[in-house]
């Protein structure tokens, strides 16, 4: 029986080499570093690049309070938005979702993964949502479907266009149908909105995909996104097993979004509250406070519907 002895403490040796060299994700979350395309990177260094890599231009995940600090989303109160009975259906797998949504709402801050806003960007009154990844995922539930109504219907009630920043893989497993039936009522929101007239923006960031694709996020009256984003609704995998082809490389991003005319404009994290601004002020024939014509990216049609105004 010696050599199982042996076995055992040399098994025991190795796990405890193991977690030596790989950090838990307490320490990779406490430490002043991260990685990215070249290793690891000073979380400063990326926070004053506004979270994008320098090398590889990956734009890394934030927060909606970072997202709209960023966009110049200035003097804005968080709305406090209705939050439905937790855990329905009394889900438990290897953990209970009650407990999951315990963990996700003492790590964020937040009671959902959906943050509503309103306030101004480039001088014009908005409302404005973004999902936290950092939710469980930034799936979408009972509350989150709320959340986006509550917006819909915050931006109707006071005249406001309604931006959204979408994420997240999709509908969330642990409220089944009651998830799945979010898809309908927030596109229902949706099409409120536009029978009011009123501007829906929509900023694809990574990863967005699932139920959340398949409804209110491929809605927008315009459809900007991050570079690099992942935008899909069921995995590659399923796709090409489906159809039976060899996918392109760049199948479910942005860019190949983009060619394929579901994405309007790809725009870089520090030019999307100009480029927003611009357009409302379009739209709205407002004046954001944006110099357009002194703007590059600014086409002859949008000059002369200003100075048509």
């Not at 999709?170 to 009522?185: C, D, H, V, W, Y």
Request: glycine share 8%; with cysteine; proline share 5%.
């Amino acid at each position: 029986m010696n050599w199982i002895n042996k076995f055992k403490k040399l098994g025991e040796s190795i796990k405890r080499n193991i977690n030596k060299k790989f950090p838990t994700k307490s320490e990779r979350e406490s430490s002043a570093w991260t990685s990215c395309c070249k290793g690891p990177i000073l979380k400063t260094d990326l926070k004053e690049n506004l979270f994008v890599c320098p090398h590889c231009n990956k734009h890394h995940r934030i927060s909606p309070s970072q997202r709209f600090e960023i966009i110049g989303f200035s003097n804005y109160e968080i709305l406090k938005t209705p939050i439905p009975q937790d855990d329905p259906l009394e889900w438990v797998d290897t953990k209970s979702y009650k407990d999951r949504l315990k963990d996700a709402r003492k790590k964020t801050n937040q009671d959902c993964a959906v943050v509503i806003a309103k306030g101004k960007l480039k001088g014009i009154d908005v409302t404005v949502g973004a999902t936290n990844f950092e939710f469980i995922g930034g799936s979408s539930g009972a509350a989150e479907t709320e959340a986006i109504i509550y917006g819909v219907q915050h931006a109707i009630d006071n005249r406001t266009p309604f931006i959204f920043f979408p994420c997240g893989g999709g509908q969330r497993m642990f409220e089944s149908p009651i998830a799945l039936a979010g898809m309908t009522k927030t596109t229902l929101a949706i099409n409120e909105l536009k029978k009011n007239n009123l501007p829906y923006l929509v900023c694809f960031t990574d990863p967005t995909a699932g139920g959340i694709t398949a409804s209110f996020a491929m809605l927008g009256d315009i459809q900007y996104s991050e570079p690099g984003a992942l935008i899909a609704f069921a995995g590659r995998r399923v796709v090409q097993a489906t159809v039976k082809e060899e996918l392109p490389s760049d199948f479910q991003t942005a860019e190949f979004l983009l060619k394929h005319g579901f994405v309007d404009r790809i725009v870089e994290r520090k030019n999307l509250g100009d480029e927003i601004g611009k357009i409302l002020s379009i739209l709205l024939n407002k004046n954001s406070g944006l110099d357009l014509k002194n703007n590059e990216q600014t086409s002859e049609l949008s000059i002369k519907t200003r100075e048509a105004s």
